[in-house]
């Protein structure tokens, strides 16, 4: 540009010369900026007669004024390039963002758009609204380059390289905008599995729990546990839930510890309707142990109110009456004609640590059990002497096919309680 301004005034200068003296005015060429021409901008004053410029002024006006718009130019260029290294800094940023600083991939370390939260969703949104800012300063920067570019007389490669790095720039964030978006897509299933998982886990505890709560169980086992009736009243007791079928024979074995006086009172009863007393077991006052059938009653040679455990185990059956009293796997005691050929009436109540007068009810507190009671277990049969030692040494465990001693099959009621134990194992510490 400057080669043919310099040209111009040459030529300008070529020409006055060959014409001679000017005769009243002289054209001078003066370089103006494109945006001067553009806004309307008024030509330099011509030189009236009589004031004109000398050649070498002229020259240097024009100079001056091609180095001012070379300047201007540069500025243009300069602004230009300086944002555009903003841009790929900034889509560095980006780069390094979505490569280093994905949920779970280990990045640590400071964002350069700003601290994002914590939450895989919201870091995606932001991401994605910065992303959208870049993108809308890029294309108003395109515009603002494409109207200087126009104004301004750039070079052809210069602008063909400066719109296809526009356009990288363009495809790079479209790129990133797109990863991102797939990033958050699987943040989103990552996050649903993940739930998922944690659903089930917590639905597996709280079956679990739900089984446990059912099994009604809050001791080692459904069996470790004693019935406590520390005072002597008429309203504490314990209820076995389950009844007796008719019995033509039956074993009835049990742990108690007591050490009242006078009397033990009755460890358990048996009321049908029609007959109070069809199964009773009692230490009334200062008589013996009494077991009564149908209200007929044997005396046992049974000595348990020392305080300590003992295993009791009574067995009948109908034919001719026959008894026998075992304490501590020991028969003390053996009868017969205890309500001969008498069936044990079904459908009763079975008390523990009270005597009833009705069935399931009017107890009377001079007859009341004191101390504890586990392990009370019914057979429909007459059991081997070696099966009730087997029980009472602890060598066997053998539950009752009538009536076991389940935690869920004992309610107690009146202030009576249930309490974990292992008669087996304090037996020991008795001896």
Known sequence: MLALLAAGVALAMAAGAQDGPAPSNRFVCTALPPEAARAGCPLPAMPMQGGALSPEEELRAAVLQLRETVVQQKETLGSQREAIRELTAKLAR???????????????????????????????????????????????????????????????????????????????????????????????????AHRQKTESALNALLQRVTELERGNSAFKSPDAFKVSLPLRTNYLYG????????????????????????????????????????????????NPIELLINDKVA??????????????????????????????GEKLGTGENLAPWHPIKPGGVLILGQEQDTVGGRFDATQAFVGELSQFNIWDRVLRAQEIINIANCSTNMPGNIIPWVDNNVDVFGGASKWPVETCEERLLDL
């Open 94 to 192: 980006c780069e390094g963002l979505a490569g280093g600083k994905a949920p779970g991939r280990g990045a640590s370390g400071k964002d350069t758009m700003g601290d994002l939260p914590r939450d895989p969703g919201h870091v995606v949104e932001q991401l994605s609204r910065s992303l959208q800012t870049l993108k809308d300063r890029l294309e108003s920067l395109e515009h603002q380059l494409r109207a200087n570019v126009s104004n301004a007389v750039l070079p052809g490669d210069f602008r063909e390289v400066l719109q296809r790095r526009l356009g990288e720039l363009e495809r790079q964030l479209l790129r990133k905008v797109a990863e991102l978006e797939d990033e958050k897509s699987l943040l989103h299933n990552e996050t649903s």
């Open 299 to 328: 005396q046992l040679p049974l000595f348990v109110s020392d305080g300590k455990w003992h295993h009791i185990c009574v067995t009948w059956t109908t034919r001719d009456g026959m008894w026998e009293a075992f304490q501590d």
């Open 239 to 286: 209820k076995i839930k389950k009844t007796l079928p008719e019995l033509y024979a039956f074993t009835i074995c049990l742990w108690l510890r007591s050490s009242a006086s006078p009397g033990i009172g009755t460890p358990f009863s048996y009321a049908v309707p029609g007959q109070a007393n069809e199964i009773v077991l009692i230490e009334w006052g200062n």
